[in-house]
């Protein structure tokens, strides 16, 4: 009911209650009687005491709410909600600093995780699964150097050079400052038909003088060292990463795991032993430093560095990396079940990596069990087919259960993939010449196997006899006389003999010499 005394000032307080209490919706506040409103009307008229009390404030404010529950409610978070507001404000921002510092660990530690693992699987080879671990970290951290670097080594690899210039376009900033990134756009630059451009780039580029620089160099002669085996290239990457380690401005996993991976193909133990105790001290407890403890030591101590993997496995029992390098130094040392084991849990947590596969195939081999083992050395070859080293095991294993057209289908899919295998070549002459009975099936591969060993005679000589035996005595005088151009020094009784077993051939059927 609207206030009375708005209208009309004369109107006293205890009228407005007798008048309130008269119209009260609660009939427990109404007066019971007709005759009780009479006589508080009567006390208000005589200005005595009134029965009826006047609605409190709080009372007032109640039924207000009630009637308007959605205003009432909005007061009550404006009148509860702006201090605290107020006060969170000043604890948000007396905090924000740290926060921010917070965000920005969080965002260089994943960042630093996506770069151990993409630089892992770019050194198995695996291009698809590193791209996918260095545009992760490219897109947290766009002006990251290992990321650009990374991330243009596998388009190279993958033949996408386009792409790998126009990556190389967005982080210009970066490739203007550090004259690697530049050498990995004069690369770029020369694959896709601006070799002018390419040859300008690279003649202004110094040599690497930042921490990114010699990581970067070092990256590219541990690849080298992985292709070749070559132990220079392996020393080299050693001490690009030792250099990367002395120029950055804090310890990072990235750099000292790489280095592991470097020592770990040296002929030198001491420097394995100082990497290991390096890592262990700075993080004792990460999974991916024990692996790469291990990694280091799996040549020089295999014992050692079969603690240092289950310590990661212990930290990280899905770490299938792992189990993987345990099952791997199983099988170097001749434990074939303990390697069965090691490798068929590091499948099950990830079957994606080859290695694992082939290693598995080989231990299979080596406990007789050879029609096991074709399944997986196939599943390694299904997921890189240029995994060159299993197509012989495989074949062998093929011939082995006397799967003989298989075996020859092996070899040859083998020498599809690279035709101057002379591994593959060697097995599938043997094998179409003693076995299946081919022998012009045979000479072809020794001669090819020859024509790639030009200098070992031994070659030349066992197509000689082939084509000797196959009746093909043109093939065999061409063969034989490309004996004495193999050999630098060659005595005159030896080169007597080659030239009389050259001019006793017969290039009649049943008139040369038969040995």
């Known amino acids: 009911m609207p206030d009375p005394r708005r209208s009309d000032s004369s109107v006293s307080r205890d009228l407005v209650t007798v008048i309130e209490t008269a119209l009260a919706k609660n009939a427990d506040r109404r007066y019971a009687t007709a005759l009780d409103l009479a006589e508080d009307l009567r006390r208000t008229r005589e200005h005595e005491l009134i029965a009826a009390r006047p609605v ?97 080594v596998v388009l ?35 694959d896709v038909g601006r070799e002018d451009e390419a040859a300008t780039l690279l003649a202004a580029q110094p040599l690497p003088d930042t921490s990114l620089g010699y990581f970067l160099a070092g990256g590219q002669a541990l690849r080298r060292g992985y292709a070749t085996q070559d132990v220079k290239a392996f020393n080299l990457a050693f001490a690009c990463f030792e250099r990367t380690i002395m120029m950055s401005k804090e310890a990072r996993r ?28 700075l993080w004792p407890d990460e999974a991916e430093a024990c692996y790469s403890s291990g990694y280091a030591f799996q040549v020089f101590d295999p014992e050692q560095a079969i603690g240092h993997f289950k310590r990661a496995i212990a930290i990280d029992d899905g770490m299938a990396r792992a189990w993987a390098a345990m099952g791997r130094v199983h099988l170097l040392a001749g434990r074939n079940q303990d390697a069965e084991a090691s490798l068929r849990r590091s499948i099950g947590l990830d079957a994606s990596s080859r290695f694992p596969h082939y290693d598995l195939g080989v231990a299979l081999v080596r406990s007789g069990r050879e029609a096991d083992a074709v399944a997986p050395l196939r599943a390694c070859l299904e997921l890189d087919p240029k995994t060159m080293v299993t197509y012989p095991i495989l074949g062998t294993t093929l011939a082995t259960l006397g799967k003989n057209s298989e075996a020859i289908e092996a070899w040859r899919a083998g020498l599809d993939v690279d035709p101057n295998d002379a591994r593959l070549l060697e097995l599938l002459g043997y094998f179409l010449k003693d076995v299946a009975d081919d022998p012009e099936g045979a000479a072809l591969a020794f001669e090819r196997l020859a024509r790639l060993t030009p200098t070992d005679p031994d070659g030349w000589m066992r197509l000689a006899r082939l084509c000797e035996k196959s009746d093909d005595y043109d093939g065999a005088i061409e063969a034989y006389r490309e004996i004495p151009k193999s050999i630098r020094t060659i005595s005159s009784r030896s080169a007597g003999w080659l030239i009389s077993k050259t001019d006793g051939v017969s290039t009649e059927p049943g008139k040369g010499d038969a040995d």
Request: proline share 3%; aromatic share 4%.
């Open 56 to 152: 409190s404030r709080w009372m007032r404010l109640v039924r207000w709410a009630q009637r308007r529950p959605v205003h009432a409610a909005l007061a009550a978070v404006l009148i509860v909600g702006l201090p605290v507001l107020a006060g969170m404000s000043g604890y948000i921002l007396a905090k924000l600093p740290a926060i921010e510092r917070q965000a920005e660990a969080d965002r260089a530690r994943t960042t630093e995780s996506h770069l151990v693992r993409g630089f892992a699987l770019l050194r198995q080879g695996d291009l698809t699964g590193s791209e996918s671990q260095f545009r992760a970290a490219w897109a947290l951290s766009p002006m990251n150097g290992e990321a650009l670097g990374g991330l243009t």
């Open 156 to 190: 190279i690899g993958q033949e996408r050079s386009a792409e790998a210039l126009e990556l190389l376009d967005e982080g210009r900033a970066l490739v203007a400052t550090e004259s690697a990134l530049g050498r990995l756009r004069s690369k770029v630059l020369e």
């Open 254 to 281: 990235l750099h000292y795991f790489e280095l592991a991976h470097a020592a770990a193909h040296l002929e030198d133990p001491t420097k394995a032993l100082v990497v290991v105790q390096l890592l262990t001290h």
